[in-house]
């Protein structure tokens, strides 16, 4: 399997991005909770009552002891290995330097291109792993839209990013 993919065209710098790779990334998504939260905007008196009863519980039951480097690496180890992760794609497009009078961004597939407006290209996510294993068969990534509209219909077999 090619995890190798390129975004190229109307770029001042053309990437050549390995999906292989995104698994060590601090900046995956956990997408088996990313798409089912919901985005809120906390206010500052909600945050004063989320701390009072915070404190109110360590009053009355005691300090927690924070967990230890050890349980923590556990953790992240168990998590990698059996979690769905994907990764924003703006900061490879933004890195790829787009040249100004760009407009779309083509996702080039095995099977056909799909053209987006740019803009709609920077909120992309790169989904490269599902249930802690890589994307063999129909990968290396699926493309999935910012809102989770095509969650069950990913576009999938994706091979280069061209910007024209």
């Known amino acids: 399997m090619n995890t190798i993919m390129s975004i190229k065209g109307k770029v001042k710098f053309p990437i050549t991005?390995?999906?292989?790779?995104?698994?060590?990334?601090?900046?995956?998504?956990d997408l088996n909770t990313y798409?089912?939260?919901?985005?809120?905007?906390?206010?500052?008196?909600?945050?004063?009552?989320?701390?009072?009863?915070?404190?109110?519980r360590v009053i009355k039951e005691g300090a927690v002891s924070p967990p230890t480097l050890k349980s923590?690496?556990?953790f992240e180890k168990v998590k990698i290995l059996t979690g769905t992760f994907g990764i924003m794609f703006d900061p490879f497009l933004k890195n790829a330097e787009p040249n100004v009078e760009a407009s779309s961004l083509v996702i080039e597939t095995e099977t056909e291109d799909?053209?987006?407006?740019?803009?709609?290209?920077?909120?992309l996510i790169l989904q490269y792993s599902k249930e802690g294993k890589p994307l063999k068969e129909d990968g290396p990534v699926h493309i999935l839209y910012p809102d989770g509209s095509n969650l069950d219909n990913p576009i999938k077999n994706v091979k280069a990013f061209r910007v024209e």
């Open 17 to 29: 991005l390995d999906a292989g790779v995104w698994i060590f990334d601090d900046r995956r998504i």
């Open 35 to 56: 798409f089912v939260q919901e985005k809120q905007v906390e206010e500052d008196e909600e945050e004063f009552t989320v701390v009072s009863k915070h404190w109110d």
């Open 114 to 123: 799909i053209a987006i407006p740019l803009e709609d290209g920077y909120h």
């Open 72 to 74: 923590e690496r556990q």
